[in-house]
């Protein structure tokens, strides 16, 4: 590989000073506006070069440098994810008449409840993202989320809501690598994560964190990204959607339900529930979660449903190119936008072939003794 931009707190004060100092709701624009260019530009060269070739080789060089490649594409794609998806970075199933949101925060409370969170509790939340499910389950369960987080520019948007929304006394969100959590043992009374260890080079090392940290008797509940059992590795077509997915969402390889599954219990876990819950089509569940995604089911209830839809990521894609070309915002965004659209059209290919999920729930305790 050539040379790469390690995303070091420097680098991150110096490519996003000009944003994280503006308010929470500052505009795409305005923030792709307010970056370096010149580290911003780097940073998309850093990233693309760990997608030159699909060998092995440049596989292990992602999973050997699964800080870097993940801390690189966050500081690029956290602003396109606020703007498409809101401050929660994680899919839902939806039903009839439910905007994006709504149906987000009721994926949130399912997972809040199956780790048996209560008031008063102290949780951690194993990759926040910018706190938006943190934020959440203060409000839903009245307990203190601490947020662990490897990305130095989404622990700045984190602090930023927090202070917003007046739940800096419920809340801390703290820089660490999750595959080694900055934590004593059995500190926490319950652990959770969305879509988020999805990010891990092994599976089984992150649930070990998680399991370390969390008190005897606490719960451990995820949605993980996997790969299901229809996925064949001789396929072609799955393989390329795969690693597609990978390359759109930082991803350094993923894992199969059943790998996922394994490494649970291996940590040590007492497993209580393991199911793919991506086509639960009960009432209230009616519609898949990708629909915001998919070009045949656009839904314009909101400013995030048509942003994220394929319209509206046209649309996006379009004026960001104009943007770039007239020297509005840094060389390199358009490379971007487009890793996230063929990353999109992959998630959805991916679930309507059945060979993907992003929400394989695990539920599991850990032993009293």
């Not at 994680?90 to 048996?116: G, M, P, V, W």
């Not at 001789?234 to 996922?260: C, M, P, Q, Y």
């Not at 998630?347 to 539920?363: D, E, R, S």
Request: hydrophobic share 35%; glycine share 6%.
């Amino acid at each position: 590989m050539s040379q790469i931009l390690e995303p070091t707190p420097e680098l991150s004060r110096a490519l996003h000073e000009r944003v994280v100092e503006n308010n929470s709701e500052s505009s795409l624009v305005s923030r792709l506006q307010g970056k370096n260019k010149e580290l911003q530009t780097q940073s998309v060269d850093t990233y693309q070069q760990f997608w030159t070739t699909d060998s092995q080789e440049t596989e292990q060089n992602r999973t050997s440098m699964y800080k870097t490649l993940t801390n690189t594409y966050y500081n690029l794609a956290t602003d396109f994810y606020e703007y498409g998806w809101g401050e929660s970075f994680h899919f839902a199933r939806k039903s009839h008449n439910e905007t994006l949101r709504e149906s987000i925060r009721r994926h949130e409370h399912f997972l809040f409840d199956y780790a048996r969170i209560k008031e008063g509790m102290r949780v951690l939340d194993v990759g926040c993202g910018v706190g938006g499910p943190a934020r959440e389950c203060i409000r839903y369960t009245g307990a203190h989320v601490t947020g662990l987080n490897n990305n130095d520019y989404q622990i700045e948007r984190a602090n930023i809501y927090a202070r917003k929304h007046e739940q800096q006394e419920y809340s801390q969100f703290v820089k660490g690598d999750f595959m080694k959590m900055p934590f004593a043992e059995n500190e926490f009374d319950a652990v959770y994560a969305f879509e988020a260890t999805c990010h891990a080079p092994a599976l089984k090392d992150v649930y070990a964190q998680m399991y370390r940290v969390l008190k005897p008797g606490g719960y451990f509940a995820i949605y993980e990204w996997c790969l299901t059992d229809k996925f064949d590795e001789n396929n072609a077509e799955h393989k390329r959607l795969a690693l597609a997915i990978e390359h759109g969402d930082g991803i350094a390889k993923l894992f199969s339900t059943r790998v996922a599954l394994q490494a649970a219990k291996d940590a040590g876990f007492e497993i209580e529930l393991a199911k793919d819950i991506a086509h639960d089509t009960t009432v209230g569940n009616e519609l898949p979660w990708y629909g915001d995604l998919d070009a045949g089911m656009a839904s314009f209830s909101g400013l995030q449903s048509f942003a994220c839809s394929r319209i509206g990521r046209v649309f996006t894609s379009n004026a960001v190119k104009i943007l770039e070309k007239v020297g509005i915002i840094p060389k390199g965004t358009v490379q971007v936008q487009d890793v996230l659209m063929t990353a999109a059209d992959s998630l959805v290919n991916g679930a309507k072939q059945q060979i993907f999920t992003p929400m394989y729930l695990i539920v599991g305790r850990k032993p009293l003794n």
